[in-house]
């Protein structure tokens, strides 16, 4: 067992300057950020859709995507709020497989993480540049939320993460909102105390210096089921799901907490067309219990240009590599669907 340096890698400082922000970047960064976030401290009443490839895998296909969320987006923003997902680390649960574009900015080509460095940050640059849209990403390696901490309008903090103390430290110190999914195992006083944590200050180690927090009144909790001792999935959706987390937060203290609930992974089995039911059913959740209506914030989507999931040397344009998607047709329809229940 061995751990070989290959190489020294830039710092964020030098990656961002490739990709600086121009002013009316900057100023479209500023105005999504005061909707994002007013809507989940209860001063909209918009429905947040974190909705995208389950990871990105090439810039062309997800720019696409991105664009047609755009104008989309201009029919429902009285509704809806679209917070477009560019996921560029994968998880992955035995560590094998595509591990995302910060790994591997070609999927078909061995890991360059210079190459991803770059990638990440101009494929970022680039939807907002094009569209104003700020994106969403998950928080897979908290050291290098520096690289982007300029152009993220979400975080997400993932199942496996959500017990890490390094995660929970670093998401109090971001200035945009964190979502702490519950962990595999589904409890949910696990996740709660990990948005309590992101919630307070702190002091910590961090990319080599000391470093104070104020805390992020912004951290939140995201829903996606579990996984039990024989491998079976649970979801955590439904009415009686939504009823125990307003109340279990409201025992630890978290009134006004939001939830995103996350319509695959364990809630749907990874059966990707069931998302668009479990969409449905949370808003229906959310007409009859007011306090559901006020706690849930947003769903989170895994959709791209295509139905499905494909192997990377497939090569289909905006077919999911990793977990399987609704396609672009299912999804537009679902979007107009929910900004009419909404």
Not at 91 to 108: A, E, F, I, S, V
Not at 239 to 247: F, M, P
Request: with cysteine; charged share 25%; net charge negative.
């Amino acid at each position: 067992m061995s751990m070989e340096v290959v190489r020294s890698l830039p710092d964020p400082e030098a990656i961002r300057a490739q990709f600086p922000l121009t002013e009316k970047q900057l100023a479209a960064k500023i105005e999504r950020d005061q909707q994002i976030q007013e809507v989940f401290s209860g001063k909209s009443d918009r429905l947040i859709l974190i909705i995208g490839p389950c990871s990105a895998d090439r810039e062309d296909a997800v720019l696409e995507y991105i664009h047609r969320l755009y104008r989309v987006q201009q029919q429902v923003a009285d509704k809806i709020l679209i917070v477009p997902r560019i996921y560029t680390n994968k998880p992955r649960t035995t560590g094998d497989g595509y591990k995302g574009m910060l790994h591997q900015p070609d999927p078909l080509r061995e890991s360059d993480m210079l190459a991803g460095l770059v990638a990440i940050r101009r494929l970022h640059t680039t939807a907002l540049a094009d569209t104003g849209m700020t994106c969403a990403d998950e928080m897979l390696y908290p050291e290098n939320y520096a690289f982007l901490s300029d152009l993220l309008g979400y975080h997400a903090v993932g199942a496996r993460s959500v017990e890490n103390q390094e995660h929970r430290l670093v998401a109090s110190g971001v200035d945009a909102p964190v979502g702490m999914k519950n962990p595999t195992s589904g409890d949910l006083t696990v996740m709660l105390n990990s948005v309590t944590a992101a919630r307070h200050p702190h002091t910590f180690l961090y990319r080599g210096c000391e470093v104070k927090t104020t805390g992020n009144p912004l951290a939140h909790a995201i829903l996606r089921g579990s996984v039990d001792a024989y491998g079976r999935t649970h979801p955590n959706y439904h009415y009686e799901d939504l009823t125990r987390l307003y109340d279990l937060a409201a025992e630890k203290g978290l009134e006004g907490m939001g939830v995103v609930v996350d319509t695959n992974h364990a809630n749907s089995g990874k059966q990707y067309l069931e998302q668009i039911r479990i969409a449905n059913e949370v808003l229906h959740c959310c007409r009859h219990s007011a306090d559901i209506r006020s706690m849930v914030k947003g769903l989170m989507i895994e959709s791209y240009l295509e139905d499905g999931a494909q192997k990377p040397e497939e090569g289909k344009f905006g077919c999911s590599i990793t977990d399987p998607c609704l396609g672009w047709e299912k999804t537009e329809e679902l979007i107009f669907s929910l900004a009419d229940q909404w």
